[in-house]
C-alpha cells in the first residue's frame, strides 16, 4: 500500500512541486533556445530561471556563489572563448575591434561567442529549476509512479549515484588515516601522483566491501522478483503542478512570440 505524504514544507513553492512538473516546465524552452542566435532569447530566459529560483528555491551561501559568481565567470570565458574559435570567413568584417598582427577580433564574432555562451549558460539555468529545488530519490519515485519507468531500473541507477558521496566519504576517511600514519610522502607534483595511487587500492576495497553489502540488501529484499513494488510514500501530481507547466508553457510562447515579432 502506498501512502501520498506532503513533501516537507520549506517555505519555497518550487520545492513542493512534483519534480516531473520542474523538468516538463522548462523542457520546451531548452530544446527551443539550442535553435536560437540571437542574445535577447538567452538573456530573457536567464532572467526568468534566476527570477524562479530567487522567489521559489531555498538558496544556501554556496548555491548564491554559483548563481552570482561561477556562472558569470563562466559565461565570460565560453563567450569569449567562442568569440576566438568562430570563422572569419563568416563573419561581417565591417567593425573591428582588436588587432594583434595578422589576428582582427571583429565586432561580429564577439556577438556570435557571446550569444553561443549564454545560450548555453541559459539551458543551464533552467535545468537548475529542477536540480536544486528536488532530490534524486524524489525523481526517481516520481518517475517510476508516472512516466511508468521499471523499477528495477530506476532503483538500481538510484543505488549507483549514492555510490559517489560514499565514496567521497571513504576517500576523506583513508587520507585521514594517511597523515595520521605520517604516509603523506611529502610536498610536489610527485609526492601528490604517489599518494593518490596509494589511495586506490584501500579506497577499491572499500568500494567492493558497500557493493556487496547493496547487493546482499537488494536480494534481502527481493528486488527485482516481482513486476511492480510498493512505496514508502508517493509523490503525486497536483494541480499546482500541472498549473505551474502550463504557465511557464505560456511564458515561454510569450517571450519567443514577442522577442520574434518585435
Keep these: 500500500m502506498t501512502v501520498a505524504l506532503p513533501r516537507r514544507a520549506t517555505g519555497r513553492y518550487l520545492h513542493t512541486l512534483n519534480p516531473l512538473a520542474t523538468i516538463a516546465a522548462p523542457l520546451p524552452a531548452m ?3 539550442v535553435f536560437t542566435r540571437d542574445i535577447a532569447t538567452p538573456v530573457t530566459f536567464i532572467a526568468l530561471g534566476y527570477l524562479l529560483l530567487l522567489t521559489g528555491a531555498r538558496l544556501s551561501t554556496s548555491r548564491l556563489v554559483l548563481l552570482f559568481i561561477a556562472l558569470p565567470i563562466a559565461t565570460a570565458i565560453l563567450a569569449v572563448g567562442f568569440s ?6 563568416d563573419l561581417d568584417h565591417s567593425t573591428t575591434l582588436l588587432r594583434i598582427g595578422d589576428y582582427h577580433l571583429y565586432l561580429s564574432a564577439v556577438e556570435i561567442g557571446a550569444a553561443t555562451a549564454l545560450r548555453l549558460v541559459s539551458i543551464v539555468v533552467l535545468a537548475l529549476l529542477t536540480g536544486l529545488t528536488s532530490s534524486g530519490p524524489d525523481l526517481v519515485r516520481s518517475a517510476v509512479a508516472h512516466l511508468r519507468v521499471p523499477y528495477r531500473i530506476g532503483y538500481a541507477a538510484l543505488a549507483s549515484y549514492r555510490f559517489v558521496p560514499r565514496f567521497r566519504a571513504e576517500l576523506d576517511v583513508i587520507r585521514k588515516a594517511h597523515r595520521v600514519r605520517g604516509t603523506m610522502g611529502g610536498r610536489g607534483p610527485i609526492a601528490a601522483v604517489r599518494r593518490t595511487i596509494g589511495y586506490i587500492v584501500p579506497l577499491l576495497a572499500s568500494a567492493i566491501r558497500h557493493a556487496e553489502r547493496v547487493s546482499l540488501s537488494m536480494d534481502a529484499r527481493a528486488f ?18 500541472a498549473a505551474f507547466v502550463v504557465a511557464f508553457w505560456a511564458v515561454t510562447m510569450l517571450i519567443f512570440a514577442g522577442l520574434l515579432f518585435f
Excluded at 576566438?84 to 570567413?89: E, K, P
Excluded at 527485482?224 to 503542478?241: F, I, K, N, W
Design 224 to 241: 527485482g522478483a516481482h513486476p511492480s513494488r510498493t512505496e514508502r510514500y508517493e509523490l503525486p501530481l497536483r494541480p499546482r503542478d
Design 31 to 33: 530544446l527551443a533556445l
Design 84 to 89: 576566438l574559435w568562430t570563422d572569419a570567413g
